[in-house]
């Protein structure tokens, strides 16, 4: 490689100004690491319990900031922590704080009412007795309910367990 391509190779990866460009390149490692490690945190989905709108192995960003912004909804997916940031749960939000759930014959009523799922594409006669979610408290499902009830992990959550929500 002559001087002049070497010259040019140089100034093309690091630039006129190597110092400037090394500060740079370590801000925006730090931005990313800020940004991916704490704002936009980066999970894989193991597993079918939210299928069809999540599917195994698929890659997915929790947004955690935005529960600092504004309460849970229902219909928020969410991820719920277990023991830290290794292990969590996607569940969709299907009962809010203070709410009577109950599930009949597959079917979710939230204070007596039927719950409209579109979201649901395949019901097995699932059978759950009404709960009584506290103050602090919603009630996390996932969205294949094709499924034997046994297979899934569903239930009460406290607000604080909730991660944050998935991006898309």
């Given at each position: 490689m002559s001087n002049s391509t070497a010259s040019l190779l140089q100034r093309l990866l690091i630039g006129r100004h190597p110092k400037r460009t090394l500060f740079r390149a370590l801000v925006l490692a730090a931005v990313a690491a800020f940004i991916f490690g704490y704002v936009l945190v980066p999970v894989r989905i193991s597993g079918v319990s939210m299928?069809?709108?999540?599917h195994d192995g698929g890659l997915n960003l929790i947004n955690r900031p935005l529960y600092l912004l504004?309460?849970?909804r229902r219909?928020?997916?969410?991820?719920?922590g277990t023991t830290g940031w290794h292990i969590m749960y996607c569940k969709r939000i299907i009962a809010l704080p203070g709410e009577?759930?109950?599930i009949?014959?597959?079917?979710?009523?939230?204070n007596g009412q039927p719950l409209?799922?579109?979201y649901v594409k395949a019901r097995d006669p699932w059978e759950v007795a009404p709960v009584q979610l506290g103050s602090d408290e919603v009630f996390?499902?996932?969205?294949n309910r094709g499924m034997d009830q046994q297979l899934?992990?569903?239930?009460?959550?406290?607000?604080?367990?909730?991660?944050?929500?998935?991006l898309w």
């Open positions: 299928e069809p709108t999540y504004r309460e849970p219909g928020d997916v969410v991820a719920v009577t759930l109950a009949r014959r597959g079917t979710v009523f939230i409209a799922e579109s996390v499902i996932g969205d899934h992990v569903f239930g009460k959550v406290e607000r604080r367990k909730l991660l944050g929500t998935m």
